[in-house]
């Protein structure tokens, strides 16, 4: 098959998903390097890369290789979270940024439902418990102290995954109150101007914010205080928003009742004191991983950058380079 733009040089550094790699290679002169990594750019890339698709979280893409691609247009990242991408340096220099946003969101706010109950009702422990045999000869696993049944559920970050996760609470007959920055209009779910506030009138708290500096270890011992000792904390989002160590302590001393996470701060380790933890469920960041769905992530990053490059159009732009005209 002929290649749509084989004249423009889209860099993949470092892992990408196959299907993003092979369709990114199927439209443009893709180029390959190890690792996001400046000191790997020849001056030929330098001066050729108008492209870059990377897999965002995986491969952080800051200032420094964005400023070593004077002719670079767009950075078309996989993920809906491109906190790992330096999207407002980008949009300094002109450069287009776009995720995978919606594609995912039901992926993900199924995961969350799923780790929720498995932190509440201990289903993963439980089962442990038949598969060492313990059911035919200790008998019953014992009641779980904790139950979705009258739970006040808070969410932070009411956005497009937030939203997901809502609906399907509703369906289990659980309230639904949240906290952004600024409450969603037309929403009748009740709002808290305050993570705080909102830690204290809920018992469950299910967080699904960006990561990034503004979200920096928000989630931290005063939170945990205020969600109390029926608390369920459960983390889809991003680890940087938790003080880990203030979690653990948490979990250790009672404070909250269990934890359930996807993400954690450094992934892929995860504290030791976490995983001793017997009230912590632990997932390895599996939120959107399915193969349709991470097909459908991959198909993004390649529409994108075909869009921009046959129409100057852009399918997915972050909001820090919705102002950026197309470069001539
Ligand atoms: P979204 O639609 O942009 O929603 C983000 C929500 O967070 C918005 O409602 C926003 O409202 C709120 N928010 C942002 N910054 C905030 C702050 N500083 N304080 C309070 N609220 C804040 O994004 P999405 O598609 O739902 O995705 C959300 C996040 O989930 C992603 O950024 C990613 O980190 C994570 N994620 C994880 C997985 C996984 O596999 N575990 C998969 C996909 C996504 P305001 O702007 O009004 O504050
Ligand atoms: C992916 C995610 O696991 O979209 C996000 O923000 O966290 C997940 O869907 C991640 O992007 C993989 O690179």
Known sequence: ???LHPSVTVLVPGRLHERAVTRV???????RIDRVDPALLTPEL???VRGVAASGFLEPLDAAFIDALPNLEI?????VGYDAVDAAHAGTRGVMVTNTPDVLTEEVADTALG???NTVRELPRAEAYLRAGRWAREGNYPFTPATLRGRRAGIFGMGRIGMAIARRLEAFGISIAYHNRRPVEGLAYEYYPSLEELAGAVDTLISVVPGGAAT?????AKIFKALGPDG???NIGRGSTVDEEALVAALRDGTIHAAGLDVFVDEPQVPQALIDLPNAVLLPHVGSASVHTRNAMADLVA??????FSERKLLTPVSETAHVSAKP
């Open 303 to 308: 529409d994108n950058l075909i869009s921009w």
């Open 232 to 234: 369920v904390f459960i």
């Open 75 to 79: 950075i078309a990242s996989f993920g």
């Open 216 to 220: 920096e270890k928000v989630v931290n």
């Open 46 to 48: 330098r001066r050729d």
């Open 25 to 31: 290679d199927g439209a443009f002169n893709m180029v």
């Open 1 to 3: 098959m002929n290649q």
């Open 115 to 117: 780790l929720l109950i």
